[in-house]
Structure formats: structure tokens, C-alpha cells
């Protein structure tokens, strides 16, 4: 079983409007939540990471929160664009001794934003 | 700069093929990394190289060789390749390896084998 479930799998937007895509996780210990965004064919770009002490960080238009308690993230964009249109990854890394913090991926949310 | 740079971008090969796909990076990380991805998939891990030496390997067909000739290059070398590795193979690179550093990935090589 995945230990890193995203929802919804997919959704259309309108430009300018706003959306939030979520991310639970199991993996325990936890060190890190990274959100990755990925256009189709290339190479997953980061947005933000945050530890477990971090409840919020933005990276311009997207901002992701984290609640290690419930063990979930949530990745908001403001005031899509049409070049917001991509997957949207969460990626957990895990934490404790004996882990070397291999990145635990989602399957991703694949977000279009139409005009 | 925080490049990763792949080359090719595409490859088409037959089974009996032997390419090889490279990655560069001149930041100066001493991690680097290869992962497969097929399509609508998330990457999977193949193999971890930290210090030019090969730290990590995921339990890869023999098909699939790894090398890294120096801090800044990482080849992977493909022989006698099956269509069901046709994927992208995207390369990445992180200042260590370990939980608390950032994986900047490359844009990946597109494979077709054939």
C-alpha cells in the first residue's frame, strides 16, 4: 500500500480561480514534505518542503500547510494560470535511524487549468 | 545555477541495443541519483550514488549498469533493454545524500525500446 495517498486524482479549473489538493501519509517516522510540480514529460520541480515544526510555506502563488498530528498536507493555488496546468506531486521523506531518507512518492493530483 | 542537465532527451533503441543515457550537474552535490518513471506514474528510486560511489541500488535488472566517472557525471548504461522499460529516466542530484537536502531533477531522457 502507497504510504502517500493524494486526492483528487484529477481536476479541471478556470484560470483565476483557486483550488487545493490534498496529501496523507503514513510514513512514520516523519522527517520532511516536499511538494513537487511536474509538467507532462519533464522533470518534477520543487515548490516547497517543510518538517515536521512547519505549518505553513509559500512559494509565490502556492501555498502549502502541513499538520504532522493528522499526518496531512494541503498544496493551495491562488489565482490559477493556465501555466499551473501540470501534475502536482507530494513526496514524504521518512525520518529515524534507520532510514536514509528515501522520498516516499504520491501518484499526484494532474491539474488543468482552462481559459 | 541549479541545473540538471540529460542527454539525449529521447532514444529509441532495439533490444539488442547498447546505449547509454548521462546526466550532469556543477553544483557542486555529492548525491546523485536515477529514477524511472512510466506514465501517470510516480518516479521510482533506481540507484543512489553519494561520493562517486555507489550507495544504493534498488534491486535493478543487471540490463540497467550505473556508472559515475566523476562528481559531476552519472551515466546509466542500457543492454539488451525489454519494451517494458520504455519510460522516462529522470536523474537528480542533491548537495548530500540524506533526508534533509533537496533533490533537484533533471528533465529526464525519454526511452523507446523497441
Known amino acids: 500500500k502507497n504510504q502517500v495517498e493524494q486526492s483528487p486524482q484529477s481536476l479541471i479549473i478556470l484560470e483565476g480561480k483557486n483550488c487545493t489538493l490534498q496529501c496523507n501519509y503514513t510514513v512514520s517516522p516523519f522527517s520532511n514534505l516536499r511538494w513537487y510540480k511536474q509538467d507532462t514529460g519533464r522533470g518534477p520541480v520543487s515548490l516547497t518542503i517543510m518538517t515536521f515544526s512547519e505549518n505553513t510555506k509559500s512559494n509565490g502563488r502556492y501555498t502549502a500547510t502541513l499538520d504532522a498530528d493528522t499526518k496531512q498536507s494541503s498544496l493551495h493555488i491562488t489565482a490559477s494560470q493556465l501555466s499551473d496546468s501540470a501534475s502536482y506531486i507530494c513526496v514524504v521523506s521518512a525520518g529515524g535511524t534507520d532510514s536514509w531518507g528515501k522520498l516516499q512518492f504520491g501518484a499526484g493530483t494532474q491539474v488543468v487549468v482552462t481559459p | 545555477d541549479t541545473e540538471v542537465t540529460q542527454t539525449p532527451k529521447h532514444l529509441v533503441m532495439g533490444m539488442t541495443n547498447k546505449k547509454s543515457l548521462k546526466c550532469e550537474q556543477h553544483?557542486?552535490?555529492?548525491?546523485m541519483y536515477w529514477y524511472k518513471q512510466k506514465a501517470k506514474k510516480p518516479p521510482e528510486l533506481m540507484f543512489v550514488?553519494?561520493?562517486?560511489?555507489?550507495?544504493i541500488n534498488e534491486s535493478v535488472p543487471s540490463r540497467f549498469s550505473p556508472e559515475c566517472p566523476n562528481s559531476s557525471l552519472l551515466n546509466l548504461h542500457l543492454h539488451a533493454l525489454q519494451p517494458e522499460d520504455s519510460a522516462l529516466y529522470l536523474c537528480a542530484s542533491s548537495q548530500d545524500q540524506g533526508r534533509r537536502y533537496e533533490q533537484y531533477f533533471g528533465p529526464g531522457t525519454r526511452l523507446t525500446v523497441t
Open positions: 550514488y553519494s561520493y562517486e560511489k555507489l550507495s
Open positions: 553544483m557542486g552535490h555529492r548525491a
